[in-house]
């Protein structure tokens, strides 16, 4: 079985679509919930306003789950590595400033 086609697909969102997803996550459970609610109150029926409910999930795990591109409008500006000088023991032991203090 041929893996390569997985890893093809992008699976990252930035800071921004998250932002945004969970907003949507928020404005459509809550949507639902509302219209499940006064459904089930006109119709006398709780499973009415469950089945709307979770009609409103499934909604919002379409809209929200898949990386869309939308959620992938800003990506991070990765910084360069600093080039490393010297050997990171060397550094400490040259580092001015609070010097160890012995204990009495």
């Not at 939308?70 to 010297?86: M, V």
């Amino acid at each position: 079985m041929n893996l390569n086609i997985f890893k093809s697909i992008p699976t990252h969102l930035d800071y921004e679509g998250q932002k945004l997803a969970e907003k949507l996550f928020h404005i459509i459970i809550i949507f639902f919930g509302v219209a499940g609610f006064l459904w089930g109150y006109y119709v006398e029926q709780f499973g009415a306003t469950v089945m709307i409910l979770i009609a409103g999930f499934v909604v919002s795990c379409l809209v929200v789950l898949p990386p869309w591109p939308c959620f992938r409008k800003h990506p991070l500006q990765w910084q360069k590595p600093r080039p490393e000088k010297q050997n990171p023991e060397a550094k400490r032991e040259e580092r001015p400033g609070k010097k160890k203090q012995k204990s009495n």
